[in-house]
C-alpha cells in the first residue's frame, strides 16, 4: 500500500515511502484507485521513396528489351507491393503492372529511338503508398545487333596488383607518405583521352563539343572537360561495350555514385564492372610504374623533359598523346600535358589515413581530385607525387582525363 492517509504524520504521505497490508484486510483508512493500460496503436509510415533504379535515369542506347529495377523498403517493415506506370508521356498513366511483389519488370518489344518514362508507387499492407520519381530512359536509334558502331576503344595498360609508397618520398611537397596495397588488377588507358574519341561520343549523344582552344584536336588530349562529362564518357563506353556502367550521372538519385554489376551503389572499387576514372591510387601506382617501377620522380624518368609536357617545352599548349617518352609500364603523358580528373572525392586527411587496401574516397566533398599537372605548370606539379583538385563542374583549357577499368 502506499500514499499515507489522514491518519499519517506529513513523512507517512512523501511518494516514495512505502507500507504492506494482508489482501484480506479492511481498514478505515485503506481504499484505492482504478487504472487500466491503454493499447495505442501504432502510426503507420509511408514507405519509403523507391530508389536505386535500373536502367539509369536518363540513360541512352538502351536495348529493345530492358529489365526495369528498383530499391525499396518500409519504415515498419510491412511487407511492399508496387504498381508500376510506363509509357512515352513525361507524366507516365499506363499503368503496366498492379500489386506487383517483387523489384524488377522486364519490357520487351520497345521502339527504337524512342524515350520511355516510368515510375513506381510502393503500398504496404496497410494501405500507405509513396508515389516514386518519374524517370526516363531512351531505346538505341538504329537496330545494333548488325550494327557494328565506327569506334576504336583506347588501348589500354594491365596493371597488375601489389603494393607501392603513396605520396611525397622525396621530401619536396606532396601529399604523405604513405603504404597502398592493391588487392586486383586494373587497366588504365595507355594514353589521355582524345579529341578524336571524345568528339565521337559528343556526336552521338548530340552534345556540344568542348573548345579546343584553337589548337587543333585530333590526337590532342580532349580538354575543357568537367569530371560529369569524363564519367558521361565512360558510360557510355560501357553501353556501347555491353557493359553495366559505372557511375549514376548527374541529375540522378546518388549523383556521381559508382555501381556494381548489378546497378547498385558501392564503394568497392572490385565490384565496379564498366569503364570508369582511375582511383586517385590507382592513378599514382599506375604512373610510378606499377611492380616496374624504377622509383621515377616524374612518370617515366628522373629529366622531366623525357616524359612531360609542361611549361618549359610544350609553348603553354597541349601536344598530341604518346610523344614522349613512357614510363615503365607503357603509359604516356602521366606528367604533364593535361591534369587528368580521378574518382576520387579530394581530402587532405583522407588521403593519409585512407585504408591500406584498395582505397577510394567516395565521401562528399567539393573538388574532386586531379593528377599529373600540366603544359602549364612548372615541372615539380608533373612529379608522380603532385596532387590537386578541382570542382567537377570546372573546364579548364589544360584539363582532361584517361580511363580505367577494373579487370574482370
Given at each position: 500500500r502506499r500514499g499515507g492517509n489522514w491518519y499519517d504524520s506529513a513523512p507517512g504521505v512523501r511518494v516514495a515511502v512505502r507500507f504492506y497490508y494482508s489482501p484480506t484486510r479492511?481498514?478505515?483508512?485503506?481504499?484505492?484507485?482504478?487504472?487500466?493500460?491503454v493499447i495505442l496503436e501504432e502510426r503507420d509510415k509511408s514507405p519509403y521513396e523507391p530508389y536505386n533504379l535500373g536502367p539509369s535515369n536518363k540513360a541512352l542506347n538502351q536495348p529493345k528489351e530492358v529489365k526495369l529495377s528498383w530499391e525499396c523498403s518500409d519504415p515498419d517493415g510491412n511487407p511492399l507491393t508496387y504498381d508500376i506506370y510506363f509509357d512515352t508521356n513525361p507524366n507516365p498513366t499506363?499503368?503496366?503492372?498492379?500489386?506487383?511483389?517483387?523489384?524488377?519488370?522486364?519490357?520487351?518489344?520497345?521502339?527504337?529511338?524512342?524515350?520511355?518514362?516510368?515510375?513506381?508507387?510502393?503500398?504496404?499492407?496497410?494501405?500507405?503508398?509513396?508515389?516514386?520519381?518519374?524517370?526516363?530512359?531512351?531505346?538505341?536509334?538504329?537496330?545494333?545487333?548488325?550494327y557494328k558502331p565506327p569506334i576504336v576503344l583506347p588501348p589500354m595498360v594491365l596493371v597488375e596488383k601489389g603494393s607501392f609508397t603513396m605520396g611525397d618520398t622525396w621530401g619536396e611537397g606532396g601529399g604523405v607518405a604513405h603504404t597502398v596495397a592493391f588487392t586486383y588488377n586494373f587497366y588504365i588507358g595507355k594514353y589521355e583521352t582524345a579529341f578524336d574519341e571524345y568528339d565521337i561520343f559528343c556526336e552521338d549523344t548530340l552534345r556540344s563539343k568542348p573548345d579546343d582552344q584553337g589548337w587543333e584536336r585530333g590526337q590532342r588530349p580532349a580538354i575543357n572537360i568537367s569530371?560529369?562529362?569524363?564519367?558521361?564518357?565512360?558510360?557510355?563506353?560501357?553501353?556501347?561495350?555491353?557493359?553495366?556502367?559505372?557511375?549514376?550521372?548527374?541529375?540522378?538519385?546518388?549523383e556521381g555514385q559508382l555501381l556494381n554489376a548489378n546497378g547498385n551503389v558501392t564503394t568497392d572499387i572490385t565490384?565496379?564492372?564498366?569503364?570508369?576514372l582511375p582511383t586517385e591510387a590507382e592513378w599514382e601506382y599506375a604512373a610510378r610504374g606499377g611492380k616496374k617501377s624504377r622509383g621515377y620522380k616524374y612518370s617515366g624518368s628522373d629529366n622531366e623533359d623525357n616524359v612531360a609536357w609542361y611549361n618549359s617545352n610544350s609553348g603553354?599548349?597541349?601536344?598530341?598523346?604518346?610523344?614522349?617518352?613512357?614510363?615503365?609500364?607503357?603509359?604516356?603523358?602521366?606528367?604533364?600535358?593535361?591534369?587528368?580528373?580521378?574518382?576520387?572525392?579530394?581530402?587532405?586527411?583522407?588521403?593519409?589515413?585512407s585504408p591500406t587496401a584498395n582505397p577510394y574516397n567516395s565521401t562528399t566533398g567539393s573538388n574532386r581530385v586531379i593528377r599529373g599537372g600540366s603544359c602549364y605548370d612548372g615541372a615539380s606539379n608533373?612529379?608522380?607525387?603532385?596532387?590537386?583538385?578541382?570542382?567537377?563542374?570546372?573546364?579548364?583549357?589544360?584539363?582532361?582525363f584517361r580511363i580505367a577499368r577494373t579487370e574482370p
Amino acid at each position: 500500500r502506499r500514499g499515507g492517509n489522514w491518519y499519517d504524520s506529513a513523512p507517512g504521505v512523501r511518494v516514495a515511502v512505502r507500507f504492506y497490508y494482508s489482501p484480506t484486510r479492511k481498514f478505515l483508512n485503506l481504499g484505492f484507485l482504478i487504472c487500466r493500460t491503454v493499447i495505442l496503436e501504432e502510426r503507420d509510415k509511408s514507405p519509403y521513396e523507391p530508389y536505386n533504379l535500373g536502367p539509369s535515369n536518363k540513360a541512352l542506347n538502351q536495348p529493345k528489351e530492358v529489365k526495369l529495377s528498383w530499391e525499396c523498403s518500409d519504415p515498419d517493415g510491412n511487407p511492399l507491393t508496387y504498381d508500376i506506370y510506363f509509357d512515352t508521356n513525361p507524366n507516365p498513366t499506363t499503368k503496366i503492372s498492379t500489386n506487383h511483389s517483387g523489384k524488377t519488370l522486364n519490357r520487351s518489344n520497345l521502339s527504337y529511338g524512342t524515350t520511355y518514362y516510368w515510375k513506381v508507387v510502393a503500398k504496404n499492407s496497410k494501405g500507405t503508398a509513396t508515389e516514386g520519381p518519374v524517370w526516363r530512359f531512351s531505346t538505341q536509334g538504329i537496330d545494333l545487333s548488325s550494327y557494328k558502331p565506327p569506334i576504336v576503344l583506347p588501348p589500354m595498360v594491365l596493371v597488375e596488383k601489389g603494393s607501392f609508397t603513396m605520396g611525397d618520398t622525396w621530401g619536396e611537397g606532396g601529399g604523405v607518405a604513405h603504404t597502398v596495397a592493391f588487392t586486383y588488377n586494373f587497366y588504365i588507358g595507355k594514353y589521355e583521352t582524345a579529341f578524336d574519341e571524345y568528339d565521337i561520343f559528343c556526336e552521338d549523344t548530340l552534345r556540344s563539343k568542348p573548345d579546343d582552344q584553337g589548337w587543333e584536336r585530333g590526337q590532342r588530349p580532349a580538354i575543357n572537360i568537367s569530371w560529369w562529362d569524363a564519367i558521361a564518357y565512360c558510360n557510355w563506353l560501357s553501353e556501347r561495350e555491353g557493359l553495366p556502367v559505372a557511375y549514376r550521372l548527374k541529375g540522378d538519385l546518388a549523383e556521381g555514385q559508382l555501381l556494381n554489376a548489378n546497378g547498385n551503389v558501392t564503394t568497392d572499387i572490385t565490384k565496379v564492372v564498366g569503364y570508369r576514372l582511375p582511383t586517385e591510387a590507382e592513378w599514382e601506382y599506375a604512373a610510378r610504374g606499377g611492380k616496374k617501377s624504377r622509383g621515377y620522380k616524374y612518370s617515366g624518368s628522373d629529366n622531366e623533359d623525357n616524359v612531360a609536357w609542361y611549361n618549359s617545352n610544350s609553348g603553354s599548349r597541349t601536344q598530341e598523346v604518346g610523344k614522349k617518352a613512357p614510363n615503365e609500364l607503357g603509359i604516356y603523358d602521366m606528367s604533364g600535358n593535361v591534369w587528368e580528373w580521378c574518382s576520387d572525392w579530394y581530402d587532405r586527411g583522407y588521403y593519409s589515413k585512407s585504408p591500406t587496401a584498395n582505397p577510394y574516397n567516395s565521401t562528399t566533398g567539393s573538388n574532386r581530385v586531379i593528377r599529373g599537372g600540366s603544359c602549364y605548370d612548372g615541372a615539380s606539379n608533373t612529379r608522380v607525387a603532385a596532387r590537386s583538385s578541382s570542382t567537377p563542374t570546372n573546364t579548364r583549357y589544360a584539363l582532361g582525363f584517361r580511363i580505367a577499368r577494373t579487370e574482370p
